[in-house]
Every structure is written in C-alpha cells, then in structure tokens.
C-alpha cells in the first residue's frame, strides 16, 4: 500500500510539471500573436549580389526550419525571435542588407508556424526595406520635391532626365522590393482582409508608379 501511494504521488507530480511546461509555452507563443509591422531604412552595397545571397540564405534557412519537430513549436517562435531580434540590430546600424537578410529568415519561420499573417508581413517588410534604400540611395524625396516645384516646361525637361538617370541606377532594388511584395500579397489575398492589406498594396502601388515612372522616361 505504502508503494502504490508513493507511486501516485510520482505521478502526480509528473503531470503537475508537465502542465507548467505546456502553460508555460502557451504564455510564450500567446505574446507573439500580435506581430506588428517594424519600419526599416535601408542600404545594400552590391545588388547583384544581394539577391544571389539573400536567396541562398533563404533556402538555407528553410531546409534548417523544415528539419524541426513540427510539433515544438517553441523552438520556431524562439528561432522567429532571433531573426527578429537581428532585424532590430541590423536597422540601429542602417544595414539594409542584413535586415532583408533576417527579415526573409523570419518568413520562413512563421510560415513553419502556419502564421501566414506574420509570414506576409516579413515579405512586406523585406520590399519596404528596399524602397527606403532606393529612396536614399537616390535621394527620392528631395528630387521629387524638386521636379514638381519647377514651372518652366524646359526647366522641367531638363530635371526630368536628369531625375531619370539617377533613378534608373537603383531601378533593381525596386525590382526585387516587388518580387518580395508581390509574394506578400499572394500570402495576403488568401487571409482575411486588413490593415496589413492596405499597407502591401500602398507600397506595391510605389514600386509600380516609380518603375512606370522609369519605363516611359526611357521609351522617349
């Protein structure tokens, strides 16, 4: 009698840990849910070779992601932070690259956690960190600003072509921004609409104007 009531005891005790562990998880994975959008300015040194490497590092990651345990989910949301967490470090340092780099590292996780909302913001976040880049890299704003305060149709010219060349030099950033919000938006359409929703479009809508912008400059 004395060794069934030991045993019971043991038991007890077992499931009373295990019930701490699983509140414990669920606490953690409760203080993720709300995901909110992170501002990102940019800067990538060689485009070229950001899109070679930021590819690799995503399918890199990936193989990583698939290799655990679907059902630990702590690990993912630990593994999500992390990236998360570098995205943060690498913005303080105005390093673009980094920050697409952990940014597609952290899509890859929430897609792993079947968070597809999360998902679509990392890919959002990573086209948005690109257009900041192009916009410094050719001083958007301050040309923009520029071109439409001139009134004389010849100043306007002149500025127009000039405006065309610096931006057509970074074209390729806001091309591969698009490849990565246009995945955002596939992920997007098959969720429930949002403010997340107008925030893809609202800077897909940029990427496009801008390219058209380019592509009717250069046809002329």
């Known amino acids: 009698m004395r060794k069934y009531f030991m045993f019971i005891i043991v ?3 077992i499931i009373g840990c295990n019930s701490k562990k699983s509140k ?3 606490e953690f994975q409760e203080s993720i849910k709300s995901e909110e959008k992170a501002d990102s300015p940019a800067v990538i040194d060689q485009e070229p070779d950001v899109e070679i490497i930021t590819e690799q590092v995503s399918e890199q990651t990936e193989e990583k ?3 655990v345990s679907p ?3 702590a690990i993912l949301w630990k593994s999500y ?3 998360k967490d570098l995205v943060k470090q690498a913005q303080s340092e105005k390093d673009y690259w980094e920050q697409t780099k952990y940014l597609l590292e952290a899509a890859v996780y929430a897609k792993a956690l079947k968070r597809y909302d999360i998902e679509a913001w990392q890919y959002n976040n990573a086209g948005y ?3 900041e880049e192009f916009k410094e890299k050719t001083d958007y704003s301050v040309m923009m600003n520029k071109l439409n305060s001139l009134e004389l149709k010849s100043e306007i010219e002149e500025y127009r072509k000039e405006a065309l060349m610096q931006l057509s030099k970074e074209k390729g950033l806001l091309s591969k921004a698009d490849s990565y919000l246009v995945k955002a938006k596939e992920i997007d359409d098959k969720l429930e609409g949002s403010s997340r929703t107008t925030t893809i ?3 897909i809508s940029f990427v496009n104007e801008v390219l058209s912008f380019l592509e009717a400059g250069n046809t002329k």
């Open 11 to 13: 038991v007890l005790f």
């Open 24 to 26: 414990a998880e669920i």
């Open 65 to 67: 992601a698939e290799k």
């Open 71 to 73: 059902e630990d989910e």
């Open 81 to 83: 932070r992390s990236a």
């Open 129 to 131: 960190v690109l257009i």
């Open 201 to 203: 479009a609202s800077n």
